[in-house]
């Protein structure tokens, strides 16, 4: 499996962007997908996950504005952001826990740039 993410771009604070993560091959819905975001000189980060049949779970830096949804059909997740602000400046990747044991899955990252 390989994953591509896409959709950051510059936005301004307030704005909404969405992204996606297209999965090359078959991911089974009960694997659990998660986003992360890496700003520069900093540690990567945890924004949230999901699994199909639960409830996404979000970093509450994000909670209330990201949504995270999953098209099974389309092997595809997305993530919603809505009122980004400038602290949201990162590099977004996607991720697959594919055996349980952790994201060993990741895609190459797409730029999310937020000015105040």
């Known amino acids: 499996v390989q994953l591509q993410a896409y959709g950051g771009g510059l936005v301004q604070a307030g704005d909404s962007l969405r992204l996606s993560c297209e999965a090359s091959?078959?991911?089974?819905?009960?694997?659990?997908m998660g986003w992360f975001r890496q700003a520069a000189g900093k540690e990567r980060a945890f924004v949230g996950s999901?699994?199909?049949?639960?409830?996404?779970f979000y970093a509450d830096s994000v909670k209330g504005r990201f949504t995270i949804s999953r098209d099974n059909a389309k092997n595809t997740m997305y993530l919603q952001m809505n009122s980004l602000k400038p602290e949201d400046t990162a590099v977004y990747y996607c991720?697959?826990?594919?055996?349980?044991?952790?994201?060993?899955?990741w895609g190459q990252g797409t730029q999310v740039t937020v000015s105040s």
């Open positions: 999901i699994r199909s049949g639960r409830s996404p």
């Open positions: 991720a697959v826990n594919s055996d349980g044991t952790g994201y060993d899955v």
């Open positions: 091959g078959r991911i089974f819905s009960s694997v659990l």
